[in-house]
Structure formats: C-alpha cells, structure tokens
C-alpha cells in the first residue's frame, strides 16, 4: 500500500517535470506573443575597465537584435512586428558558478540546476517578465586567450554569454548574444566542434551558391563565414548573418 502510493507520488512529479517541459516548449516556440529576452551585464572578472564600461552601457549596444529576429523571422511568414522584446536588466554583482570541465552528463545535470538556482536567486527584478535570461559576462579588452564558451540553455531559458567589454566589439557581441538566445528556443549548432567549421548544408548561409566559396555571410548558429574549403571568418555583425531554414524549423518559426 505505502510502495504504490509512492509510486504514485513519484508517477505525479515526473509527469509535471514532463509536463512543464512541455508547456515551456510550446509556449517558447509559438510565436503568439513576443518573447522577452532580458540582458544582465555581469562584470566576469571584476576589472576596474570593464567596471568603466558597464557604467556606460546601455539599450544602445543591443539595438540592432530586436529588429534582426523580425527580419529574419518575417522571412519564414511568423508576421509578429516584436518577436522577441530585448530588454537591458539591472546588473548582475554575483558571478554564476562555473560549468564543469568535464564533458560527463551528471556534472552538466548537476550545473544546469546549480545555474537555474543561482539564476533565480541572483536576478534583479525587471519589467516585463523576462521569458529567457541571458547573464552576459564581460572580460576586459587584454583578457588573455580566448573567452570561455558560452552556453545557451533550452531547460531554464537561460544562457552565459562570454563578451569582450570594448566598444569596437560590440557588433560581434550582437551575434554571440543573438546566437546564445536562440539555444533558448531550441536551436542546435551548426559547426563541427572540433574544427568550427559550419556543416554543409545547414550551416552555411547559402548552401546553393554555385561556386559555393566565398559565402558571404554565416549561418547564425553555425558562427562563421566559410571564405574557402577551410578557411572561416567571424562575422563583422547580425548584417553578416542569417537564420537558415533547419534553425527556423528547430524553433518553430517554419510549422
Ligand atoms: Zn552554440
């Protein structure tokens, strides 16, 4: 009788998580409504130049994401005018705890959780109601080598993008932020890990180009631009990107 009703309590709760999962997906890919993506600019490293920057920082050096998700996804026919509403939150002092080195999947569980915790803790309030959140570390203009992965998360909607603090960069900001939003929302990567270079077809921006090389512009999460058979550049900005049809589909804006 006590085995069965735990049984029972045990059915309930995996059919909630299932079903919240489920409802999360739904809502995230339908496209009725704008999604709100809020930004919060955490200093990574705590430098006293990055501080300067974040000081000045504002809706300025993210403008160009909300238009870019209406053109890209009035291309696929989702005729909302604001897809996403990309929103400046308040920043971030406390740094999110550090993923894991090792690629093992209970320590990524374990730092999904430990995140989604830290996030809901950690997050000033901010209006409208953020759908995802994206934590955006940002390292001084010498950090050496280079900038950790960032991590865009479907299960918790959030994400930790890595961002150079400098002006300069902004525009390539854009992209990674751009790019980190849309794992939110379902979309895979388009690029070999091991090499970075964009798969064929999906990953390229214009799989049909006869000759195929030089692209012009990169698929969003594939990352870079095939110049020749292995060479690749990083985008200058959104401009020099799109969102090719396998991720328009991942995310629901192809039904
Ligand atoms: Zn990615």
Known sequence: MFKAFRILILLGILVTVAGTTLIGRWQAQSWKRPQVVTLYPINASGDAVTDLYLERLDAAAFAGLAPYFQQEAARYGVSLSEPMRIVLGGRVRVVPPAPPRDAGPLSAISWSLRMRWWAWRSTPPSSPVPDVK??????????????????????????????????????????????????????????????????????????????????????????RVPVREGELRVPAGLSETLVGPATAAEIGWVK
Request: glycine share 8%.
């Open 134 to 223: 994206l934590f955006l570390m940002y390292h001084p203009p010498d950090f050496a080598g280079a900038l950790p992965h960032s991590i865009g998360l479907e299960k918790g909607r959030l994400g930790l993008v890595h961002l150079f603090a400098m002006k300069s960069q902004q525009a390539q900001n854009e992209v990674v932020i751009a790019h980190e939003a849309l794992h939110t929302f379902g979309a895979s990567d388009k690029y070999d890990r091991a090499t970075l270079a964009p798969v064929f077809p999906e990953g390229y921006a214009a799989p049909r180009q006869e000759p195929r090389y030089p692209q012009t512009a990169a698929e969003l999460m594939a990352g």
